[in-house]
């Protein structure tokens, strides 16, 4: 049985079954979201998906653009805000005022180191998160829980020699 592979330079060899699965679990998930699977869409989803480094729209324009030259940083902006309000990505804080983005679809929170801004998924399993109440004041239904913990990573510890 041979499998048809098809050559990538930043991951190697893929094989094309697996390629095609993700690109119909990729539609499968826009459509779920009430989204059309165009173009722009899924090539932006398919960037979130293996960047777990919580990037900019800036970032993804950047990584994209050579091989999607048509790809303009206004239709990144556009489909990550539509992804955020559709639950496709979460809009992640971090340094700076520049949008981030998260498109991993586990539930998790995230640790930002305050001296260099890099942004760390934190596993749920990892901390008891507290049961959130139904309604705050207002009647504000509370739909769900996140923490972002305040940290100072290990590279930032080992540079001013704090390691513990």
């Known amino acids: 049985v041979s499998l048809l592979l098809r050559t990538n330079s930043e991951f190697g060899m893929i094989p094309i079954q697996e390629e095609c699965r993700s690109m119909s679990e990729r539609v499968a998930r826009l459509h779920r979201a009430g989204l059309k699977a165009t173009g722009p869409r899924m090539v932006i989803l398919s960037a979130l998906e293996q960047d777990h480094g919580h990037p900019t729209a800036e970032q993804l324009y950047e990584r ?65 998160l507290p049961v959130p109440p139904g309604y705050l004041s207002n009647g504000l239904m509370v739909t769900g829980i996140r923490f972002e913990y305040e940290v100072i990573c290990r590279a930032c510890q080992e540079a001013a020699g704090r390691v513990g």
């Open 64 to 128: 994209l653009r050579q091989d999607h030259p048509s790809l303009s940083l206004s239709t990144i902006y556009q489909t990550l805000d539509v992804f955020i309000r559709t639950g496709l990505c979460r809009r992640v804080s971090g340094p700076g005022d520049r949008l981030r983005v998260d498109g991993t679809p586990q539930d998790h929170d995230h640790a930002v180191c305050r001296l260099c801004g890099v942004i760390f998924d934190v596993d749920r399993d990892q901390v008891q």
